[in-house]
């Protein structure tokens, strides 16, 4: 069996690296240099888009933000899973909107806007202070503007102005402010007979918009919430493979912030900390075999290695903590890598990030110092 993933980054290292031992050779299109490499290597494999397409037995995405021709083109194989339209889903917050309101989900008040009068009708409709989106291309907090007073309206105004004249596609979403207590999200696996299996929960900690700190959690009431969300957006899509949704918590009622229809950095935890990782679970529901067990093995977080590429051999030492790099050159703020801690209970997770935190810079990993 090979699969071909549209995208080569740490994702599809990660799947290639769970698909193995299933005996499925993974390959990867990078869509920058638009080559076939070996997604673990990044070896340049000489063949191109077309003789993959037509190569590989599944093709899949490891992002969302997909050349639309690229994606048209293995729809039209037959092979891409999941559909081209749920991955467009993905990367276009105004189509996601949609889909969550059509799935009857909780999510943000929103207005769309294409011009200043719009701007003005969002700002009467959706209150102050709102958030800013733009439609398409935002990821991490990218393109993105906090309102919070009339008088920012003019230079925010500017801002987006530019950003909306970029592309025609272009738009910007005004969202509510959701004053939330924390943000979680919920991973989980659809295959192609509809089943369905969701991980735990995961608590997650952004630290200038970006995932700093992703655990586990297990409250069974919001699990149940979760995973009803979770099902009428992934049915709704008809979607087959790893999907994550992450929602605002706010006084225990779940809202979608946004969808991604991926394999996912806060589920990078149940690598150790689950039966069944996501990557192995995204590789077999695409592949058409059932479903892993998403059971949790041990209470399990995981730490963003945010643009460090050497951390204290301390940490190898540790019984607990599990080290995956990226192989990738060093960038500020850049996903390196991450670090998976367990421990034998919640209280004593607790204790052993406390002591990873003695090794790491309190500038690089600001989430686990603020615990
Ligand atoms: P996003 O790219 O939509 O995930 O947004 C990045 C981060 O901005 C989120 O993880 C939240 O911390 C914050 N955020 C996004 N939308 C809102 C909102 N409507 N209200 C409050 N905070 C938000």
Redesign the pocket.
């Known amino acids: 069996m090979q699969v071909l993933v549209l995208g080569a980054g740490q994702l599809a290292r990660m799947m290639a690296l769970a698909a193995a031992p299933l005996n499925i050779k993974t390959i990867a299109f990078d869509v920058n240099s638009e080559s076939i490499v070996e997604p673990i290597t990044q070896t340049k494999l000489g063949s191109g888009l077309a003789a993959a397409i037509e190569q590989a037995d599944v093709i899949t995405a490891e992002f969302e933000h997909v050349p639309h021709p690229v994606l048209d083109a293995c729809q039209a194989s037959g092979k891409l899973l999941p559909s081209a339209t749920a991955i467009k889903t993905g990367g276009d917050r105004r189509i996601e909107k949609a889909l969550l309101d059509k799935a009857n989900v909780a999510n943000?008040k929103y207005a769309l806007i294409r011009t200043r009068q719009d701007f003005e009708q969002a700002i009467e409709y959706v209150g102050l202070p709102m958030?800013l989106?733009s439609t398409l291309g935002?990821?991490?907090?990218k393109g993105?503007w906090r309102l919070k007073e009339a008088s920012q309206v003019d230079a925010i105004w500017a801002e987006m102005e530019q950003c909306i004249a970029s592309s025609a596609a272009q738009a910007i979403i005004a969202?509510?402010?959701?004053a939330?207590d924390r943000?979680v999200s919920l991973i989980g696996a659809r295959n192609q007979h509809g089943e369905i299996a969701v991980y735990p929960l995961a608590e997650n900690v952004?630290t200038d918009?970006v995932l700093s700190l992703s655990t586990a959690i297990d409250e069974p009431q919001l699990q149940a919430q979760a995973k009803q969300m979770f099902t009428a957006v992934a049915e709704c899509l008809d979607y087959v493979g790893v999907l994550a949704l992450?929602f605002f918590d706010v006084k225990g009622q779940l809202m979608v912030?946004?969808i991604a229809p991926r394999v996912h950095n806060s589920g990078h935890w149940t690598q150790q900390g689950a039966e069944t990782c996501q990557f192995e679970n995204h590789m077999r529901a695409v592949c058409g075999l059932p479903l892993g067990s998403t059971e949790a093995l041990r209470p399990t977080a995981m730490i963003n290695i945010l643009g460090e590429d050497t951390l204290a051999q301390e940490i190898l030492s540790m019984k607990q903590a599990h080290i995956h790099w990226y192989g990738k050159d060093k960038r500020p703020g850049r996903k390196m890598g991450h670090i998976n801690v367990c421990g034998n209970s919640p209280a004593d997770l607790q204790q052993q990030l406390q002591d990873i935190a003695q090794w790491l810079d309190a500038s690089a990993f600001p989430a686990l110092h603020q615990k």
């Open positions: 943000a958030v989106k935002g990821y991490d907090g993105q969202e509510e402010f959701v939330f943000e952004h918009g992450e912030n946004e």
